[in-house]
Every structure is written in C-alpha cells, then in structure tokens.
C-alpha cells in the first residue's frame, strides 16, 4: 500500500530486536485535537500490517528513558496498517509530559501486542459515558455500532464543550450526542439519567474516577455485566486498608509461596523463580491474570467486573491478595 511505503521511506530500523510481544512502529503524525489533547499515529517500521484489535482494546506505549504507560485504541480498527492513540497533557504525568514536549514525528517506539479488558459486547442499544480523554476507547465502540445499526447515545463530558476532544470526528458517526459541561452547568445528572434500567441496553464508561464512581452508584440496580468501566488509573483504595500474609499454592509447579504483607502475590512468585508476565503493576491492565483454582481472592484490581469477582475465577496477582490463608492458583 502506499501507507506501507511511506513507511519504508521514513524508517531507518534499527537493529535492536523487540520481544514477542512487543511491535516497533513510527510516530508518523502527532496532532492537536484539543486543548490539552493530542493524537498520535503509529505505523509498523516494517511496512506490515499491525495486529488486529477490537474496540475497547489498549496497548503499551514505550517511551524512552523507561517509560511506559497503556493508552486506549482509538483509531479504526478497519485500519491495522495504523493505531491511533490520543494522549491528554497531565501535569507530573511522565508519558504524557514526554509526547506533549519531547516526541516528534519519525521516532520510533514500541508498544504491546493490543489487550482488550473493555470489549464491546452485542446488545441492541448502548449507552457510551465519557469524560474527556475517557472517550478514546469508546470511538471505535461507536463507530462499530453505527456499522452494526445499533442505536448508541454517548453521554460526554468536559470542562467546555470547546474542549471535548474528537468531537467533530464523533459527531460525524451519526449517534446521539449529549455533551455536558461544568462551566456551562449542564453537568450531567448521572442519577436522572441512568438510574432507571433501560432494557437491553449495555452501558460503557470511561472517565475520571468521579464519572466512573458516580456512574456505578447510579446503575447499581441494572443487571450484572450490563454496565463496564475501563480505568486509566487505579481506581482509590481505602486508606486503611491492611496487607496479611498469606499462602499461595502453585498447583502446576508443586511450589508453595508464602507472600508476606510487604510483597505482592507477582513480586513474591517471580522471587521463587515462577515469572508471571507482568505491564503496568497497579491491577488496570490486565497482562498478570492468573486462574484461581481454590481459596478466596481480595480482589484489588479496577478490570474486574462485579460478577467476575464474585465468581473468582482469576485474579490479578500485581495486586490482589487473599482474604483467607491460602489460595491454590493454576500456575
Ligand atoms: Fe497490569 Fe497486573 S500487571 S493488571
């Protein structure tokens, strides 16, 4: 394509090999789409084809200097000679400071394969809550159920609505768009408008931790797995939250490890030589995931879904804990 061979022209690929899990891709566009907000383009540097994703999925953004931070998909996942990831300047935020005043068009990163912890499931009508930059995994969702003529209003939120990033773009997609700001006072009454249950509709928000809080008191009553949330960062804990210590049984290996309050299950597991595969450490993305098999989890992470930890199937070992003495994991 000729996507492909710009590529080839402007990359000069270096010899340093990228893990399995990790793709080599140029910055071929930065652009400005809203105060504060940025968008990047990412190409392959080998004039192929990048993975496959659906939307809601994320993946890892190597910066230099060890930098490292998940970012959603929000390009066209139509398009995978292209990902498109939008960046929101954070004051102290490292990986965003770095693309807001550092990165240039041309350089190289890598980034991971995609994962999807936020995967749009069919439903005959959604309903799409944003907060600013909390829209970017919701735009392919969007575009998505235009395609599949599946009704979707997006509820979003901003400062000004001057600022709401990627808005033309979504206007564009043909939904029903609600757009509240607070300086203008139109803030949106989460309660009013999702408390009563619509049926057969699938809620998906994104957003600072107050939308997302206030959004899952507001839909406590709607039935379960019906309402998902993707958190850019970890959702608060309680401040007086204790650590016990407790016993995991890795039922593949034999070995049994004793985590101490001070370690997490993944730090204390890869000190005994079991390495479990492991991204952002603070239970949002999802890459540490491991099968429980026995023993109830204290689960931490801000992926799972209420049913799911209900269910305790699988935990986030980077930082969920056990709620008793002992947890048999399938490792
Ligand atoms: Fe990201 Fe555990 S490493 S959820």
């Known amino acids: 394509t ?4 710009d590529v080839a022209e402007l990359t000069k690929p270096e010899a340093g090999r990228a893990t ?11 652009r400005y789409e809203a105060p504060g907000v940025l968008s990047l383009e990412l190409a392959p540097t080998n004039g192929k084809l990048l993975p496959p994703f659906e939307p809601g ?18 390009g066209d996942p139509n398009d995978t000679s292209r990902y498109r990831v939008g960046i929101r300047s954070v004051s102290g935020g490292q990986s965003s400071q770095f693309v807001h005043r550092k990165l240039r068009p041309g350089e190289i990163l890598k980034i991971s394969t995609p994962r999807n912890n936020f995967p749009l499931i069919d439903a005959d009508r959604y309903l799409f809550v944003a907060g600013g930059i909390g829209v970017t995994p919701l735009i392919p969702m969007m575009q998505a159920a235009s395609a599949r003529n599946k009704p979707w209003t997006l509820l979003y939120c901003n400062k000004r609505d001057a600022d709401a990033p990627f ?6 997609l043909g939904g029903n768009l609600s757009l509240h700001s607070s300086q203008a006072g139109t803030r949106l009454d989460v309660q009013q408008r999702l408390g009563p249950v619509e049926e057969n509709t699938v809620v998906y ?36 939250e204790v650590s016990g210590s407790f016993e995991v049984v890795c039922e593949q290996s034999g070995l049994t490890v004793t985590v101490p309050p001070e370690k997490t299950v993944l730090e204390a597991l890869n000190d005994a030589g079991i ?8 239970g949002i993305c999802g890459t540490c995931e491991v099968r429980v098999i026995d023993g109830e989890v ?5 992926i799972l879904s209420s049913s799911e ?13 056990a709620k008793g003495a002992r947890l048999v994991l399938d490792i």
Request: with cysteine.
């Open 2 to 5: 000729d996507m492909a061979n």
């Open 20 to 30: 399995p899990d990790m793709h080599e891709v140029i910055v071929r566009a930065l």
């Open 57 to 74: 999925a994320h993946v890892d953004l190597h910066l230099p200097g060890g930098i490292m931070r998940q970012y959603s998909l929000c």
């Open 167 to 172: 808005l033309d773009e979504i206007r564009a």
């Open 205 to 240: 928000c994104c957003g600072p931790e107050g939308l997302m809080t206030a959004v899952e008191e507001a839909t406590a009553e709607w039935p379960a797995d019906t309402v998902r949330f993707e958190w850019f960062t970890p959702r608060s804990r309680p401040a007086d």
């Open 275 to 282: 390495p479990i595969p492991c991204s952002c450490q603070q």
């Open 298 to 302: 204290d689960h931490r992470d801000s």
């Open 309 to 321: 930890r209900a269910a305790n199937q699988t935990m986030m070992t980077c930082v969920s804990r």
